[in-house]
């Protein structure tokens, strides 16, 4: 699953499944562009592929800035005259019921989970189109799959975006480029740290902390948490050559909880 000088964009690429991906396809031989809000994130994620003797460039842009993805994608182009993939990777978590969900909270997950999704695709197609190939992956959830209870306006968006990755690769299944959705469960990443924190912020106690990280645990039949450098070796697979027939699909990596 080699990816020889593919030129690959990589949004939320400066820390969890962005950054574990765009080191693995750095590993893997592709021209890698991760791109985020926070520079000193960005440059940290550059650093640390440099110690692995591995190169990453960075962009500063915020997905759900319809201007800036623009930018983002010309850039892009003008510097190395393709774009082969793209993994809409970038999101955030809010946790909350859906009647304790707050307008502002609800936008802010639609604005960069949905709609950095949305923007991101619409400026690389027409790029694909013109070369005749590409790759989109979309990172749906499992919660895209199966609501939980507690995340409303994060299941929702991730619903959003398992549709949104059938209807695209229905749409350009015939035109060479390929669409599909990675489905992770809970993983280690910075999220489920900020996870955390929003609830002592919130008063939760240290026992309701506990438990329900417990509860996430124990969610999957394997009794653990995702590592990024898991999910990202799925997206790899989802963008390898060898890997021409499969469009439209979701693909859990989530320890067997979609079997359950």
């Not at 964009?9 to 820390?15: A, D, K, P, V």
């Not at 002592?200 to 948490?225: K, L, Q, S």
Request: proline share 3%.
């Amino acid at each position: 699953m080699e990816l020889n000088k593919k030129v690959s964009i990589i949004t939320g690429g400066s820390e969890g499944i962005g950054k574990a991906t765009a080191l693995l396809f750095a590993a893997k031989g592709a021209r890698v562009i991760i791109t985020g809000r926070t520079e000193s994130k960005l440059k940290a994620a550059v650093a640390e592929a440099a110690q692995q003797d591995l190169s990453l460039n960075y962009y500063v842009g915020d997905v759900s800035n319809e201007d800036e993805c623009a930018s983002l994608v010309t850039h892009v182009v003008e510097q190395y005259q393709a774009i082969d993939i793209l993994f809409n990777n970038a999101g955030i978590l809010h946790g909350g019921m859906t009647h304790e969900t707050s307008t502002e909270i609800w936008d802010e997950i639609f604005n960069i989970n949905v709609r950095g999704t949305f923007f991101m695709s619409k400026q690389v197609l027409p790029h694909m189109l013109a070369q005749g190939k590409g790759c989109i992956v979309n990172n749906s959830s499992i919660v895209g799959l199966k609501a939980v209870p507690g995340l409303a306006a994060y299941n929702a968006s991730k619903g959003a975006i398992t549709q949104l990755t059938r209807s695209m690769a229905l749409e350009y299944a015939g035109q060479g480029i390929r669409v599909n959705a990675v489905c992770p469960g809970t993983c280690e990443t910075p999220l489920l740290d900020k996870s955390r924190a929003e609830m002592v912020e919130a008063g939760v106690d240290e026992e309701g902390i506990d438990g329900a990280i417990e509860t996430f645990v124990n969610y999957p039949p394997m009794g653990r948490f995702g590592k990024p450098e898991e999910i990202a070796q799925a997206v790899l697979f989802l963008c390898s050559e060898g890997n021409t027939f499969m469009t439209g699909a979701m693909l859990s990596v989530d320890g067997g909880f979609c079997a359950t």
